[in-house]
């Protein structure tokens, strides 16, 4: 399976891009119900066009602050939004919701990785006012494919435990075969052997 | 470092930190070294050849720079080389990271005939230190149920604050 060269510009200018080489499928299972077609997502681009939203995969056309204010509205702590551009120009898929009429994200979602082996999925928003009718599957639904169809078979994320329930149902498993999530935390003292 | 009670082999401990997205397409040579006190004096090489099997992350031209593909622009990558046998890479550790919050650690290997000595903490402590030093303010890992108090010991928490790792399809 031929990995597609990601290119995220403008940032990549100047940066020359090999193709990647092609990974052989291994036990790659892909349900049906996430294979890369329109027609199989909860909502379709089209459907979100007709409620008024249109999809971005770039950060192009993004307003930092505004989607700083979701990261605040949902809990997240407040972040330098010129750190927010750091994180975003090292990220290799993110994709976004643009509510039209206001021209404001509303949904946000992006994965970063090492292009060929993992992924991990980080903030995961959808604007409070815009919960409930779609929009974090709708992103979440696109980032998977858009991994899965770069040969990136092994995504993972850290899912808070109210919001379980919303990734069991994209296919997500806590805790597989006893692999847990650990995170370091500079407050705990290590233990001197 | 470890304070073992066998007399420490020279294991010179090179971290590798690609980070080429800001600087350009030299290799980025931050060089930690830490030696025993037997072999102070020794001298530091500072461009020196890595050895083939990190090819894989790069290409080695014939200058003896090292290329490297754009998708690993992002990976920090710390090598532990044994210097009484050749330079041989005996141990590794690899990071992604978004350069400003997160950062994910993965493969931690140690040579099944060097383990035993610390080998894998002092990997995995020198790449949380670079990782720090990088603007990252969050540094996390998934670990099977065999080496979850290898890493309790080195810092890291269980489901913090409940949060849970989750995969997508796993294999299992």
Known sequence: MLLRARISAPFSAGLRLRPTVPLPLGNLHVPASTAASATSFSISDA??????????????????DHLNTIFVAVGF????????????????????????????PVAFARAT????????????VVDPSFQGIGLGKAVMERLIEDLV??????????????????????????????????????KQKKKKK | ???ASKKPKAYRLRVNFWDTFRSGFLKNNTTQIID?????????????????EFVLLGKTLEDGSVERDNIFFRIGCIGLFDLENGGKLIGMARATLDHAFNAAIWDVLV??????????????????????QRDVGNVSLFANSKV???????????????IKGMFWHPKY
Not at chain 1, 79 to 104: G, N
Request: hydrophobic share 35%.
């Open chain 2, 111 to 132: 040579d099944p005939s060097y383990q035993g000595q610390g080998l894998g903490k002092v990997l995995v402590e020198n790449l949380i230190k670079s990782l720090l």
């Open chain 1, 149 to 186: 169809e770069r040969g990136i078979s092994n995504i993972a994320l850290y899912s808070e435990p109210r919001v379980l329930g919303f990734y069991r149902p994209l296919g997500f498993v806590a805790d597989p075969d006893g692999i847990r999530g650990m995170v370091y935390s500079r």
């Open chain 2, 1 to 3: 470092m470890q304070t």
């Open chain 1, 47 to 64: 459907g979100l066009a007709s409620r008024g939203f249109t999809l971005h995969r770039s950060i192009s056309g993004l307003n930092i």
């Open chain 1, 77 to 104: 702590p407040k972040r330098d939004p010129e750190k927010i551009v750091v994180a975003l120009e090292h990220t290799d898929s993110l994709i976004w919701i643009q509510y039209e009429r206001d021209q404001k």
């Open chain 2, 36 to 52: 025993p006190p037997s072999t102070q004096g020794e001298e530091k090489e500072e461009d020196e050849k890595l050895p083939e």
């Open chain 2, 148 to 162: 979850i108090e290898f890493y309790q010991n080195l810092g890291f928490e269980v489901d913090m604050e409940g």
């Open chain 1, 113 to 124: 990785g090492d292009g060929v082996f993992n992924a991990i999925i980080w903030d995961v």
